[in-house]
């Protein structure tokens, strides 16, 4: 069987635009850059995306050489030059992000605590992860949360969306749609972290 890719020259849909681009995969995070970082090895990424708990497709126009993947509520669409290669990297992001570890139970529960727990510490925890009252902190969580979303969404941040939501909610406290926010990402963190001590079911 082939070797895994753990880097690797793919394409990604910007906009209405496909743009080559160099990715590299490590445990928990793939990367891109905009050009093969042996070049320049001080090349800051494009984007470094979380897969933790991303799930990887196919597209729906069933096209053999692209897939999705889906992370922190974005989609990005790749495209590889060969079902063949296609399939590689979708195996080998499959293997990075592992099996989920959560029994229903236990995510809901979790989720309960989550949420509750996200609300409470809401303040604090905007501002650790780099939603300010001064804007987003360079460099932080938030940063990357908002050039993953931007690029996405062909340049901008969408109005509404959860990167919005959370951006105004550290510039100027929290309001109803931002407390919402802030319950459902701590909803879905307290899960992950009751799952991590279940068995696969």
Same mark, same amino acid.
């Given at each position: 069987?082939?070797?895994?890719? &753990? ?88 293997? @990075? ?5 959560? &029994? ?38 938030? @940063? &990357? ?32 749609? @931002? ?23």
């Amino acid at each position: 069987m082939p070797r895994l890719p &753990s880097a690797g020259r793919l394409r990604i849909k910007v906009g209405d635009v496909w743009r080559a681009r160099w990715f590299e995969l490590e445990p928990r995070q793939l990367k891109y850059y905009r050009r093969q970082r042996g070049q320049n090895e001080n090349d800051a990424p494009e984007a470094i995306i979380d897969i933790t708990n991303a799930r990887v497709q196919g597209t729906e126009d069933q096209n053999l050489h692209r897939f999705e993947v889906t992370a922190e509520e974005v989609t990005y669409e790749l495209e590889a030059d060969s079902a063949e290669e296609r399939g590689l990297w979708v195996e080998a992001l499959k293997q @990075a992000i592992g099996p989920r570890r959560s &029994s229903g139970i236990a995510m809901i529960v979790g989720g309960v605590i989550g949420a509750i727990g996200a609300v409470a510490l809401a303040p604090v925890a905007l501002t650790v992860v780099g939603f300010t009252s001064g804007g987003i902190a360079a460099g932080s969580m938030a @940063a &990357s949360m908002m050039s993953s979303a931007a690029i996405a969404n062909g340049g901008g941040v969408a109005a509404g969306s959860l990167v919005a939501l959370l951006q105004s909610a550290g510039a100027a406290g929290l309001g109803t749609a @931002a407390t919402g926010a802030v319950a459902t990402v701590g909803g879905a963190a307290g899960a992950a972290v009751v799952g991590v001590g279940q068995k696969i079911v």
